[in-house]
């Protein structure tokens, strides 16, 4: 399970164009293939694992226990993890080059009048994806809240050396919970980060918690969302008895992981009141040219926008 969510942080990705495995032979030349198709018989074989990993899910006891030390599972992982298990996202900027945006051109001297460029992102963990945004795109009008369900993690994001608060903000929060008051004033958010996060919640609980975002978005504001997808290798590898619910899973550590389907993100995002700008799933196959093994991956992206002019 460790080395599924290290893989998850993905490697750097190449800023010019995409590496397509046209001759099955050349497999082991690479570290990595884009946009790898499966066959019928792979297809069959991911669903048949699936179907078995899932036919003797956890009670609703256990899973009602799972649910409520949530919490407690994913503190535990920062504190003994601390800021060394997941990589700087760089391959932010090749998937999202809107996170170079912002609201006005860079000038000498900003001004009071120059309005933000505001970012929220959801589940920043220890800032791997906060710290690269603040040092790749410099310009004086942006700001980013940040925020995760975990003290432990928020602490180290605080702790790290490029915090600065004139430019960042991280704070708890548990988004299922409406009660919980956010900093982030409604309708003022250019662009939600949605990375790898919302897989951690419990299915039934996923769209309030989307809808209640959406509110901090500007009209015209961007959400974009990365996750996993359904069959990738992770969900592939998980045995009986880990299973919560349908595509829901428990790992090890007590943290739990839901595998989406395009068409869950879609039904979700538009319920929300969200308009498509882009969804696909990314299929990549990951080798390991030492050890002769293939690794196929599955993740959903999306890049939805709240509309401009809102009935």
């Not at 991911?46 to 799972?66: F, M, T």
């Not at 389907?261 to 390991?288: C, P």
């Amino acid at each position: 399970i460790i080395n599924d969510m290290c893989a998850d942080e993905e490697e750097r990705r190449p800023v010019f164009g995409n590496r397509y495995l046209d001759d099955p032979s050349s497999v082991f030349e690479h570290n990595a293939w884009d946009n790898v198709q499966w066959d019928e018989e792979q297809q069959m074989l991911a669903e048949q694992k699936v179907k078995d990993n899932s036919s003797a899910p956890l009670s609703d006891e256990k899973a009602e226990v799972y649910e409520r030390e949530a919490g407690v599972h994913w503190t535990e992982f920062y504190r003994q993890h601390q800021n060394k298990f997941f990589k700087d996202r760089h391959w932010l900027f090749t998937e999202f080059p809107e996170l170079m945006q912002s609201a006005n051109e860079p000038t000498q001297v900003p001004s009071l009048e120059q309005e933000k460029f505001i970012i929220f992102e959801v589940g920043c963990g220890v800032g791997n994806t906060v710290f690269p945004i603040l040092q790749t795109n410099r310009s004086p009008n942006l700001f980013i809240y940040c925020c995760d369900f975990a003290d432990s993690a928020v602490q180290l994001v605080k702790e790290h050396e490029l915090y600065d608060t004139e430019r960042c903000h991280a704070f708890q929060c548990d988004i299922t919970d409406s009660s919980h008051q956010l900093p982030v004033p409604p309708g003022s958010v250019d662009v939600i980060i949605l990375i790898f996060v919302l897989s951690a919640l419990h299915p039934s609980k996923m769209q309030d918690a989307m809808i209640r975002l959406v509110s901090y978005l500007k009209p015209g504001g961007l959400l974009l969302f990365r996750d996993y997808g359904r069959y990738d290798m992770a969900q592939l590898r998980f045995k009986k008895g880990q299973c919560l619910s349908e595509n829901f899973y428990v790992r090890g550590d007590g943290t739990r992981v839901y595998f989406f389907s395009e068409e869950d993100v879609f039904t979700m995002l538009t319920r929300a009141g969200l308009m498509k700008d882009q969804l696909y799933v990314d299929r990549r196959l990951q080798v390991n040219r030492g050890r002769q093994l293939r690794m196929y991956r599955v993740w959903i992206q999306a890049k939805f926008r709240k509309p401009r002019e809102c009935t």
